[in-house]
Each structure stands twice: as C-alpha cells, then as structure tokens.
C-alpha cells in the first residue's frame, strides 16, 4: 500500500481528511480501503498502517490517493511493528506535529535532592511547558495498539515524570553554573527559563518521540513545608 499524490479529486472517491486534531488531541485513526482519498492539511503526519506494519507515511500538504502497490517507505520505518495491531484492517492516522502548548506542571523539590548545603527546604514551582512529536517513529514504537483516537492529556500522563525530572537537572545546573544559594534561586527563574530552553534535559522524553520547546515559570517558591497539594 501506498499514498500517491494526485492534483485533483474524482467525484466518487471517498475522502479522508482530519478536522480534530487540536492543541487537546495527539492523533487520529480512520479505517480507509484503497482508492480513498487522503487530504493532508498543516503540520500533520499521516502514516498509512495494515495489520501492524507502517506501510508509507507523508507529511507534505496535498492530495493523495491510497493504491494498492508496494511503497518505497524509508528504510528507518521498516522494522516497526505497532504491538497488538496484527488483525487490524487498513486505516491511517493523522498525527499532530504542531506544538502543543500551554500544558500545566506543579513541581516539589526537597533540597536534599538538590546540590545545596541546606537541606531542610522544599523548592515549589508552577508554570507551563510547551511540547511537539519530534520523531513520529518514536512516538509509534510506544504506542500499543492504535486506537480512535489518543489526546493530550494521555501523553502527559506518559511522560510526566521526565518532564519534571528535566526541570530538576536544570535547577541543579543553574545552582552550580551561578554559585547559587537557594533563597537565591526565585529571583533567577528567568536564568532558570533560559537554561531549560536551551539545554538537551529531555533525552529520556525522545524515546517517546517528544520535544520540548518551551518552558514558562509562573512561580517559584522557597517553602519550609510540603504543599498541600503534594
């Protein structure tokens, strides 16, 4: 099976486009047969999958149309097999690669996990971190199955606690990098910004394909006791 791109739609043809993918959902499926219609609009990834195996994908803007011939898929996609798929008819997923932004994280660091001579003290920040599929591939290879549909909030389930870890490491780096004592550290969140922005603290979220863009420091508090929340 393959996606051969066509410069016009013929009047009985099925056509499958996606309108849903938004900054609350991750990817898509639809069942297709061959002579369908694939529109591919901005920023998607559209993989076409039959009983497992990933058999072309395009992420370029057009018009394709699903053939019944052998593709010429890159040689990196040809050892992904997509667990608990094998009795899975032919379908395609449009998979957004837009950022996905605005996502909420509270953290709590006590200071014995941290490079400090003060030990009693608890870091609180809050704030928000914007992310993308950097590598479908790898996004795939984590997925069992391939449901309806897979939303945000299901990913950030997933990769949760390497985000906040990346976080972490970066409080650590700035402490040492600026000779930093701890009471110092909120009026240098804004250091703090800038060093999760540009170092590579998310080696543990690219095995699931994921990038983080950005991070936003909302609020950053030296407190003696746990928060209730927490």
């Not at 590598?135 to 390497?162: A, D």
């Not at 409080?171 to 600026?178: A, F, H, K, S, V």
């Not at 930093?180 to 690219?206: A, F, G």
């Amino acid at each position: 099976m393959k996606f051969a791109k066509i410069e016009e739609i013929l009047s009985n043809s099925k056509i499958i486009r996606c309108n849903k993918l938004t900054n609350d959902m991750i990817f898509m499926k639809y069942d297709i047969n061959t002579d369908d219609i694939i529109d591919i609009g901005n920023n998607e990834f559209v993989a076409l999958i039959y009983k497992g195996e990933v058999c072309d994908t395009k992420e370029e803007n057009g018009i394709y149309l699903v053939k019944n011939e052998i593709s010429k898929i890159e040689e990196e996609w040809k050892d992904l097999h997509i667990r608990k798929t094998e009795e899975d008819d032919l379908c395609v997923v449009f998979l957004n690669r837009d950022e996905i932004k605005r996502n909420k994280f509270l953290l709590e660091i006590e200071t014995k996990n941290l490079n400090l001579i003060n030990k009693e003290k608890y870091v609180y920040l809050e704030g928000y971190y914007d992310f993308k599929i950097e590598n479908p591939k790898m996004f795939f290879s984590k997925i069992i199955g391939i449901r309806k549909h897979f939303t945000k909030q299901e990913l950030i389930e997933k990769i949760r606690k390497y985000v906040l870890k990346s976080i972490e490491k970066g409080i650590n780096d700035i402490l040492q990098e600026y000779n930093l004592d701890i009471k110092d550290l909120p009026k240098n969140s804004k250091k703090l910004e800038l060093k999760l922005k540009e170092n590579e603290y998310d080696k543990k979220l690219l095995e699931y394909g994921v990038k983080l863009i950005n991070f936003d420091i909302n609020n950053l508090e030296i407190v003696d006791k746990k928060m209730k929340f927490f």
